[in-house]
């Protein structure tokens, strides 16, 4: 039996236990495994430390770094997380729809575990603890590729929660992760349609491409955040500074920081000049167009491909727009379909901007970096779905779970 095989046939085998565990349970394990985090915490930090050196030596980026870092902070966070899922409303078993047909027969739907899920993700280790968390309590198998620059901290954290399952008497195949991260067994794994259900990969564009064309496996597309912040004329220039300010640099590498803004022509001249110099004394490269270049001397030419690129650094591309018509094409060529925002104070702009621009999330007068399933307040979040079907924008217990019709009768038969 082949390595990617096994993996699925020992999900298989869990899910079938997990999928049945009462809220009690789930919620149980989940504070053992938060306690265990705790517990292991320095002993995960000094794995992940030798990742992080490695890493460094390879000469990857900075915002990376920031991503494969793990501190006493994150891991407390990771553990708070698990405790915050614990506090969820368990989806399984919820009865949505009920109907009594005049024959007598009795239709319900209720939510039911997806069944067994794969995730591919890059440098982040607290994926592994959110994955393992909101899979376990929608009830779900779940198998883990991180990217190779994690994986002794990733197998650290999956060992940590390996251990809570055995002392918990449940299968501790309800987690597993590939140690192997090769691209061949990557590629084999989003073949094994026959044992895992869905597949939901986190990361780069490159990654997501990658594994939406090469799976056989049901994927959701998550990730993947070309934003733009469209500044339009009415906008109240501090507001819209500090919003850009904090989109681009409070934490650059995530998917919902923001990578183009748009500026109206007709406040260009009031906003270009200060945002500048705010974002330079960040340290951000600006690549802007020619009338951005007028008003920011330092900037350097943006070609075609910046408005594509989602940078997941301190870049940002930015460009003069004419008005409300240009910012909507301009996205709907160039976004992903993740987060976009207008700073206005016109109400009419800020209405067809929300109904027309094709997102996930649309923002009036607020940064971008609100998508994320915590700040709005559904608890963690598996990932953030650009896609429409199954699920779209940040994707918490719910969207962990399908439905099934049960139908009681009493001897009814169809004539």
């Not at 067994?116 to 198998?143: H, M, Y």
């Not at 910046?306 to 460009?319: H, L, Q, R």
């Not at 016109?346 to 649309?362: G, M, T």
């Not at 990932?383 to 399908?402: D, F, V, Y």
Request: with cysteine; proline share 3%; glycine share 6%.
């Amino acid at each position: 039996m082949e390595y990617i095989e096994k993996l699925g046939v020992a999900a298989k085998e869990a899910e079938i236990q997990i999928a049945q565990l009462s809220t009690k349970i789930k919620n149980e394990i989940l504070l053992k495994a938060a306690q265990a985090l705790l517990d292991n915490c320095n002993k995960i930090l000094e794995i992940n430390k030798k990742d992080v050196e490695n890493a460094i030596n390879s000469g990857v980026k900075k915002a990376f770094i920031d991503r494969l870092t793990l501190t006493e902070k994150r891991v407390e966070d990771m553990a708070d997380g698990l405790k915050q899922i614990a506090s969820l409303n368990d989806p399984v078993g919820e009865f949505t729809y009920g109907k009594t047909l005049p024959n007598g027969l009795i239709i319900q739907q209720k939510r039911v575990p997806l069944g067994v899920v794969a995730i591919i993700f890059e440098s982040r280790p607290n994926v592994t603890a959110d994955a393992f968390g909101l899979c376990l309590k929608s009830g779900n198998a779940v198998i883990l590729r991180g990217g190779k620059e994690a994986i002794n901290t990733n197998i650290a954290i999956v060992n940590v929660f390996k251990n809570v399952l055995k002392a918990c008497n449940i299968n501790e195949n309800a987690v597993q992760i590939l140690e192997d991260t090769s691209h061949d067994t990557a590629n084999k794994l989003m073949k094994a349609h026959q044992y895992i259900d869905v597949l939901i990969p986190r990361g780069s564009a490159r990654l997501i491409n990658t594994v939406i064309e090469n799976s056989t496996i049901p994927c959701i597309q998550t990730g993947i955040g070309n934003c733009h912040i469209f500044v339009d004329e009415s906008a109240d220039i501090t507001k819209a500074v500090n919003i850009i300010i904090n989109a681009k640099t409070q934490r650059p590498g995530v998917c919902n920081a923001v990578e183009t803004l748009l500026i109206h022509k007709n406040c260009a001249e009031n906003i270009l000049p200060q945002l500048g110099e705010e974002l330079i004394k960040r340290n951000v490269e600006i690549r802007g167009d020619e009338i951005t270049r007028k008003y920011i001397p330092s900037s350097i030419p943006a070609t075609e491909e910046d408005w594509a690129t989602e940078y997941e650094d301190y870049i940002v591309a930015i460009k003069v727009v004419e008005n409300l018509d240009e910012v909507i094409k301009h996205i709907t060529k160039y976004g992903t379909k993740h987060s976009e925002c207008i700073v206005t104070e016109n109400y009419s702009n800020a209405q067809r901007f929300l109904n027309e621009v094709d997102a996930a999330a649309v923002y009036v007068n607020a940064s971008t970096r609100f998508t994320d399933g915590g700040q709005f307040g559904f608890g963690a979040e598996i990932g953030i779905s650009t896609q429409k079907l199954h699920a779209r924008g940040p994707m918490g217990l719910k969207e962990l779970t399908t439905t099934k019709y049960v139908i009681t009768g009493n001897g009814q038969i169809r004539e």
